[in-house]
């Protein structure tokens, strides 16, 4: 297990030490200002301090509109990280059993946007499993595997974007569907 370094490394001089300080406030800021849960802080400051992203890459709580042949609804994202102006990955936070939830953000990556979104990562803040989407398949498990965004630029350069076949795309929405009747409410910050 790895220590946590609140600065995201261990600083070279004292200059460096101020500014790495700055980067500290301005995310707890930018944290304090949006309305999360407490899962969703405290892995939007892993991907900030250790990870490398900044706020430009990341997405917090956006809502999209599923269309199925007899109904509409909406569901939320709860991060995703968009790299070269495309979304690279989405993380589900859960409070528990986060298995459960691979299948659901499957769904969700094939059929929200034009293109079938490649990663997928379920986490419970502790604990998190990255899957392929187009595959199902579990990549990795683990916060600390989650791409960089270093490696996430490489990977976004080589992955083709395809959208999930239209004749399939109905039963993922309906797999969507059953999920988001189910999901238990948020606790949020205030």
Same mark, same amino acid.
């Given at each position: 297990?790895?220590?946590y370094i609140p600065l995201g490394k261990i600083p070279e001089s004292p200059e460096e030490r101020q500014k790495l300080l700055g980067r500290v406030v301005e995310t707890e800021e930018y944290l304090n200002a949006l309305e999360l849960s407490h899962i969703q802080k405290k892995v939007i400051e892993f991907l900030i301090s250790r990870k490398g992203y900044t706020k430009k890459n990341i997405e917090v709580n956006k809502v999209y509109t599923v269309k199925l042949t007899d109904a509409s609804f909406d569901v939320k994202a709860d991060i995703q990280l968009r790299i070269d102006? =495309? %979304?690279l990955l989405f993380i589900k936070c859960v409070m528990s059993s986060i298995e459960?939830? $691979?299948r659901n953000s499957i769904s969700f990556c094939r059929v929200v946007e034009s293109y079938q979104i490649?990663? &997928?990562v379920v986490t419970d803040g502790e604990n998190a499993r990255? #899957?392929?989407v187009i595959s199902g398949e579990l990549i990795s498990e683990g916060l600390d595997t989650i791409p960089a965004k270093e490696e996430a630029l490489k990977l976004i350069k080589d992955i083709i974007l395809t959208a999930h076949p239209e004749k399939k795309? $109905? =039963?993922e929405k309906? %797999? #969507?569907y059953a999920?988001? &009747?189910i999901q238990c409410p948020s606790n949020t910050i205030s």
């Open positions: 297990m790895s220590t102006g =495309k %979304i459960s939830w $691979e490649p990663y &997928a990255m #899957l392929n795309s $109905e =039963k309906r %797999i #969507l999920f988001n &009747a």
